[in-house]
């Protein structure tokens, strides 16, 4: 056998071998991960975010997957000819709004990540978090009316544990329903934190457009605790989108999953992070 | 006691025991109920047949539900400004058309189901048949290119019935996958009756927009058989919209199911049908 | 469609959907209901009790069925030329007495019961509390010997348990069995009771031969609390039969049963109760 | 150690390891144990009888008893004053008659094999042949009017499959329901036979008032089979309640019972025959 | 009957009923029970003790089973031409006297008892306490080098309970496995005590070479609790090989397991013990 | 990112998304694997075998392993002075030589390979062919007495099914039991072949000391059929130890296991074999 390939051979069983020690680690465990709305657009990406879930699910961790999907509402309102409205920096969500944002995030988003699981032989449900009231909210409270904004009062997570136990894959959109029936638009990294909890999950990963968290010099921070991230917060060098993130990786890891996780949705991060002892992003644990 | 009320009393429980007749029959049968478009018209009409379906369940009748959509379908090109294109009588679904079936199916119509009957005090769960591959379609073939528009190879129902035994409502969107992911649109009719067929149903039942099938002179025709029906459609009789759904219910009761019903899609007539003996609407067996 | 027609079935279905949100607030409850003498003594009662009974099991109510039969034990005893002796008030049960007992409760009384119950399509077993030391029990302390009278000391209801998950509607006769095999003759009222604080019923129901409890003029009192109950007792208001059945109610409820009720034995008055909100009889809450 | 006690101690342990063969042979099965009236006469005798079915409960052999009773029903309608009626050798059952077979079979002779067995540590549970339908049963056909004389139309065994499931002993009394609900006397024998088969028993056992069946000479015979059996009563060697006894027997290994037993119902013979190599009484085999 | 012969089944009959009394006590429960090396130089002494086993199993007693066997491992190192080599009395245990020690242990004596047990009817499993870490033990602390001598840090006993609710007899050898896979040689006694501590047992048996534990006189003490065992082991009363017995039985019922049982390992003596009001050995209880 | 460094990543994910087809493929599979004496000489190797069989086991393969040990025995017999004394080329197995076989199987090789996939974090557990009669023996027939020689006559595989079934990993001794308790020396390529035909295997592995089977040219067959191996065999060019095994693999194959596969026992050839394209060694197919 020539050097080269004996060499190769040796890798392909040092990275599963290396693979195992993760494996036994988080043995039937369940990971909550975000697709953020960046992961969606080029569907080479997508595809290879699935086949990384597919992956989970046949080492026996339970993965759920839930998604955003801000950018493709933006654009469908915009097809439609609808102008945004904003109060105090708040989007108001109007009924027809709020048509809308089902219809991009259940119809659309959603579908396409049941459609690439699925085509790459795992096996996807598409829920939304009306289904059996998984996502149980109520209207914001505001001073002024933003419509159908919504906040989760209770996360009925049952339906969510049924579908791990038959061993499918949940993908979940963040719209909320109230007792009454409506529909509310609700924020999805705050539902991924939610859920995370519900679930007992021992990561939560958002997959989103940069390489982690960053600090002051714009370095990738690899790991920091809640308090490190509420002063990334404070002081103002965690910016914008990064903030609901932070926000929710705190929230999490403050009620008992373990570690939450900020990492680049790109081509195997996912694998690359949880398989790996080098990992990539940024974790963050609870203290 | 005042006669009137007393009467009033026996009423109660003379109805409560006449469909107790109906509750030993049809105890831990699944009915697969086809909703028409029309049914969503009303939300006082959804809000009642939500509480028919909610009824069902709680006498331990399995109910599954399937939408259509066509109207909704065309309101939202509509309001795009898409014009549909036809060759042949059949519309022609590019990619943009298909996006809209979705995200109008599954975003708006099934949604609106699940959050009627949840509102109820049910606990439905929404899914679109590319979810476990649940319908696994193909591209129709035909002379002309007619885009997505697809035909079910395969019905797999373990989905649903692992929701039924653990006691939800499934709600389906009638849109179909095909191995290599690509999303179909399916006719609502046809994927209700293999679903039904799937799911050993012991009824399957479409509400719709008129009080059952008509005979020559326009009287609803209360019962008939697979031969009466295909004669009511060779005739020309059984007209446009009519003819999908008899031949739907020909296919469920030629393989196996015991009874179809076409009856219309208003308050209550459900429970009309299935716990009174005099029923309302059509219903055709196999022979 | 003439009026009267279109009326009575909005009528039909009225009553269901009314039903049915009773049958959403008692589902998988016990209900632990007393017949008393007086429901045996007409078929078409015991009949339309029957159907009653069928029904809760037909919505996923859990009924466990004990009766009484004191009349009947009177006349098997006059017909067998034996006579009644008492001592303060209380009848000694000698060992013939306690043979005749047996006999009408299990072997007359129970089985009519039984036999109406499965007439009319249920699946009811009929026992005696000594199956499986049901009610175990021991000799009544007393300064007279009152022979074969005695007193629960433990339920075991694992039994009736194992009946109820597989769906059989178990039919109890008031009978005890001492450790040493003994059998003897036990309140009819006290044994419901106390079955239903064992099997953590959320209904307690005694069907009797009046209209339920009177207040001082003699009108049916429709709601109160242990301590009304208790006054009733107190002040004399409640006589006779009426007070081991308001002595059985005020235990339940203290005991954790939610509601205790008390209502005439009559065609259909148990559905009347269950699922209309005007109910029927006295209800007795704990406070 | 003196030898006389050494070899007490020997024989204790022999006893336990000779019983142990008939243990390894019969486990997991049913064995179906008709108790003739004779057995319920002396307590002694009864509770000796209780022990030997508890003991094989213990290891794990599944009894189900099925007792008689017709001294205890004659003795019953003497003291009331009844006199039998016969047409052609028959005995006619009018209402009154059949209440007081109930009375006696499930209210006494029934309910006093369940004290014995749950004083003896047992946990027996009476059922009748009405409970769950077990024994449905229709009018015998016959030329003169019997009366409520009945006969088997169908087993339904599940109540019994379940209370052994769950470790219960079930004693069952030989008392019939129709489907309209009425009561029916039936042959014990019989019973027990079509219970047997109906069970898969893998030993149907008569305990009665002699050692066993007897030949031309008066000598037991030990073993028989059905042909045997068929010609011991044609040839008129087997008499009076024998021929009913054989007849089940008969029954019985035809329909796939391995063996039938008649036995004498006497302390522990029930335990001679199951535990020794000598055995007791009669066995009949298929051939 | 002659008299001989009726008394001769009189006594099977009391056997078992006797020893009906002790299943009823001990149904379901765990015995642990630790075969010296005595038990298992006589054949027939080991097929008669395994009879003994397999009877406990049969009457639904979950024998589990642990062994010795120093006798065999010295004379396995003697024909080796080894020899034992001691420091302060202890046995220095080099790798490949821990070899030998795992073939005998293993592969001859637990081999031996799997025999004889499978042969008599049973079904019975042989394990090492290394096989699934049963016995995760690490190094004996201790001034001079023992080499191989473990001490139990942790019972896993899931392995043994899942093989108890599958009805195998589970046949123990006492070596331990540390973390890092290195094997132990651990105490019998003491292992055993720990076993039937971590699987909940209501008896922890020891079958030796002698009757019981002696008081100073040389006689059998027939019971005693655990401060009078200590007083024997302190006063020098007991000696030598029966000072650990004592150790592991102190230990046992110090940590919940109700009694413990020094006993003769010879024919049936467990049955004795067992299933007979006179009982055999010595007996130690908590206090 | 460096290039290299993201090349090196790319290969990670590249290396688990190639293994992932494989697990698709075998998930839930049995796959039997033989591993010859030369798996054990080298720590190193055996470690790295384990490492594989652990991680079949993480990714839901169920594997089954059996040794052999022939070089081990010899050792052991030298070491006693013991000779070997063979008869047409079969060793006889005197009683002393079986007493050797056991403990070297059992009690060293068997013990050592669970030792080594414990410490690697797997779940193994130990078991003779004797256990629960896995391997029910009988002594081969023979014109000369070659002592305790045997043959499978039934694989009872209810064990290793109960132990798959809760997770263990199986490690099993080719050594068999008669039913009179017998222990016998019996071929562990043929048992190996028998025990994966009983679970329904899907592979049939054996790992040995060459790289493959040779063709006459002595390169490796990547591939061929049962007639193929016939031929190597008849021919002449399979020759001494490849012979059973190749006997092995056709007996396999030809009762239902798909594949069986000859490899080298090196560092991690299992995961090569599996999870790649290219795979290693020989495999056998039906046809």
Redesign the interface.
Known sequence: MPVSKMES?????E???D??EY??KF?DQVFVIKLGGEVMVDDGVLDAVA??I??LN???IKPVIIHGGGNEISKAME??GKKAHFVKGLRVTDEETM?IV???????V??KI???I????G??????G????LFLSEKRKSDVDLGFVGDIKEVNSD?VS??LE?N?IPVVSP?G?A?????YNINADTAAAKLAVSLGASKFMILTSVDGVWDKNKNVIEKMNSKDAEKLIDSGVAKEGMIPKLRACIQAVGQGVPAAHIIRGD??RL??EI??AKGTGTMIKAK
């Open positions: 051979k040796i890798k392909v069983s990275v599963l071998i693979a195992l494996m036994k043995r086949q990384d597919i992956l046949y080492v026996n097809r439609l048509d089902q219809m991009v995030l259940i119809g659309k959603n579908s049941v459609a690439s699925n085509k790459n032989g096996n996807a449900v598409g829920l939304s009306k289904s059996a009231k339906l049924v579908l038959n499918y719209v329903i007792e009454d029936g409506t529909s081509r195997h694998l690359e398989f790996t």
